[in-house]
């Protein structure tokens, strides 16, 4: 037999320290509440009409640590009468270190509200479909035109806000 030197591995390139980093730690359920007045059974006349509310908010919960809610509010109505009530925070934290302020706002209020949306949308379906009603699903929601929207709104509010006055 032959002596055979073991080869080493490639060496593999070290990471780029200031390469930006956007990673989820957690998915959890914040807040949630389910309330049918009425039961499944009552009689309603025709079909509820479903009144949809999303928001977000983002808070730093430590260095480079994130927590993004996507808040979820539907209410179920024929006429006056509530059928059905959900309201969901939908959480998660997220690492995210080495991005600009402009970065930063959007991963906040795109990527990870788009990231929590699949959750939000499987805990809306179960929640309703074990209140004895059929499946809602969510519809898709363009975080990107909402993200928009805040950021003319801001830039708004910013131009009419008064010129600070400067006493030398």
Do not use: C
């Amino acid at each position: 037999m032959t002596d055979q030197t073991p080869q080493t591995p490639p060496s593999q390139p070290a990471a780029d320290p200031q390469a930006p980093v956007v990673t989820p730690q957690a998915v959890y359920i914040k807040d949630v509440s389910f309330e049918s007045p009425n039961g499944p059974f009552a009689q309603f006349d025709g079909q509820p009409a479903v009144n949809l509310n999303i928001a977000t908010r983002a808070a730093a919960m430590a260095q480079d640590v994130h927590e993004v809610v996507l808040q979820v509010n539907l209410e179920a109505k024929v006429g006056d009468k509530t059928v059905w009530l959900l309201e969901l925070q939908q959480a998660g934290a997220f690492v995210i270190k080495n991005l600009s302020a402009t970065d930063l706002a959007q991963v906040l209020s795109i990527m990870a509200p788009n990231y929590l949306l699949s959750y939000a949308r499987s805990t809306v379906s179960e929640l309703v479909v074990k209140g004895g009603f059929p499946p809602f699903l969510l519809p898709l929601v363009t975080f990107e035109a909402l993200h928009a929207r805040a950021a003319a709104q801001q830039a708004a509010a910013a131009q009419s806000a008064p010129a600070p006055i400067t006493v030398n």
